[in-house]
């Protein structure tokens, strides 16, 4: 590689961390790993019928020396080379700490402890304390701390989050010393600095999900908290009050580290980011453009100019912070709480039976029952996708609502659940299924007409992930909904792409994340146009989707 300037961009998601080696003069990704967290993929800590999802803080080590110390043997560069680290991660996803920063889950006593694990961003067992806080910042007298997060506090972020698990574990409550997003934690670990105190916080998790804002010196008052919990007597103090922008270094790769992950010390950190917000980066978001990034949920963001819209409450998103995706722009954010696991549960629940009788076969032998298991669940999708496909638009009466894991936006309520709605005899898998993409959809066209109601401008889409790589059948379905096109960037992972970004800016290598981004993103792969006769069928099944979630949601209120 000569003497050329490159970047390692991490990115850690849901199920997997994956590490891109990056050249920055222009963005070609020269190496790629990922590493499946082996402790989650056996379900340890996690119990989907209580919505509980905890990650041990191993699987974050484990594939953070894995994927850095592979892609470059891999690759072969020099170490000389890589002149920077950029980190995001899922949030909010939280653990408690000790003094020293280290989670409890890695000190004795703790270990199988799921309170002692990071909170995962799509535990929703805090659906009681999210009510609580939305009620006291209502009516407790004072500034309503949620203002600037939409109107409303959702259970996946991280004050509902510590006011439920200090509520239920007494041991975690008495040895947690403060508590830190794994976005902050990973670039304290790797730069020596995990103490709580004193490390750099991301102004991204901050503002999103703590309520942290400059209008009140930080996070939110000490008497507010006390009301909340008087548990959390005392925890503001050993927290923090300053946040910083991902362009900023969280320190420098200690000797320790660089010799774990075979790089050189002293080369800078990012200040951690979320990776939704990374991604937009990743995805070459400019003003006014929404970037969807479509996973096993989405995160819709969206950029705008602070002398504009600056004091203008956006209500019923997830948060608009300042710098949050690209410094000195505000950064708003909003999202689906399941989009792509609402496919993977339908296809769980088709496959049901093959899983659980095969075995039991008297035709078959053990091994090739598993592939037959296999090759099913690797072809569903697809199959259902395209005989979906040749369903048109309206033909059935079949709505659903997207809200099988709660709803983040508009105004956000994981107590919702999802439904199903005009079944009859002849609503086969196919139609179902179509049904179901429909819905998650028209969950995104609900947020792109919560941003326009309130005046903030949609000039283009940019869709990114897992689902719009994959499937056309989803993106066109989505293109006639919105009734918008939607450009589909080509870089198959903009996430860690925007961390590299960051990566560039914080080392020096470019003097702001827009120069690296001119310089490193990949363009646009394709694009879909939206279809004028599905628009049309598309809207009159919207308001039904509409009508049908207000009598849910009317119904949730008052079962009565």
Known sequence: MGNQNLVIGIDYGTDSVR??????????????????????????????????????????VEGLKYTVNKVIIETG???????????????????????????????????????????????HTAV????????????????????????????????????????????????????????????????????????????????????????WGGLPDE?????????????????????????VPAGQLTREWAETLGLNAGIPVTVGTFDA?????????????????????????????????????????????????????????????????IYAWFTRLLTFPADALLNESEHIDAATAEKLRMEVRDKLIKRLSDEAAMIPAGET???????MNGRRTPYANQALKGVIAGLNLGSDAPRIFRALVEATCFGSRKIVDRFREEGIEIRNVVALGG?????????????????MPIKIARSEQTPALGSAMLAAAASGIYSTTEEAQNAMGSGIDKEYFPISENVAEYEKLYQKYSQLGKIIESNERDPG
């Open 128 to 215: 009681r304390e999210a009510e609580e806080i939305n009620q006291v910042s209502r009516t407790w007298g004072g500034t309503d701390y949620t203002k600037y997060e939409g109107g409303v506090y959702s259970s996946e972020w991280f004050w509902a989050k510590i006011m439920h698990v200090i509520r239920e574990d007494q041991e975690v409550f008495e040895h947690a010393f403060s508590w830190v997003e794994h976005c902050d934690w990973m670039p304290g670990l790797i730069t020596g600095n995990k103490d709580p105190l004193t490390m750099k916080r991301s102004r991204c998790a901050a503002g999103h999900k703590a309520m942290w804002h400059s209008e």
């Open 277 to 341: 917000h990374s991604g937009a980066l990743g995805g070459e978001v400019k003003e006014f453009t929404l970037s969807k990034v479509m996973g096993t949920s989405t995160c819709d963001m969206l950029v705008a100019p602070m002398d504009t819209y600056g004091d203008k409450l956006v209500g019923g998103i997830c948060g608009q912070v300042d710098g949050s995706i690209i410094p000195g722009m505000l950064g708003l954010e909003a999202g689906q709480s399941a989009f792509g696991d």
């Open 223 to 247: 008497e507010f908290l006390i009301r909340l919990e008087p548990k959390l007597k005392g925890l503001k103090v050993r927290l923090y009050t300053d946040t910083f922008t991902s362009d």
């Open 77 to 123: 560069v020099s170490k000389d080379n890589v002149k920077g680290i950029g980190i995001d991660t899922t949030g909010s996803t939280p653990v408690a700490v000790d003094k020293e920063g280290t989670p409890l889950s890695l000190k004795p006593g703790f270990s199988d402890n799921p309170n002692a694990m990071f909170i995962l961003w799509k535990d």
């Open 467 to 483: 689902v719009a790589k994959k499937s056309d059948f989803v993106m066109q379905v989505m293109a006639d909904v919105l009734n």
């Open 19 to 60: 590490a891109i080696l990056v050249n920055t003069v222009n963005g070609e990704e020269i190496g790629s790993t990922v590493f499946y967290y082996p402790m989650w993929k056996e379900g340890l800590y996690c119990d989907p019928t209580k919505n509980q999802f905890r990650q041990h803080p191993l699987d974050y």
């Open 397 to 403: 009466d079949i709505v659903a609502l997207d809200w």
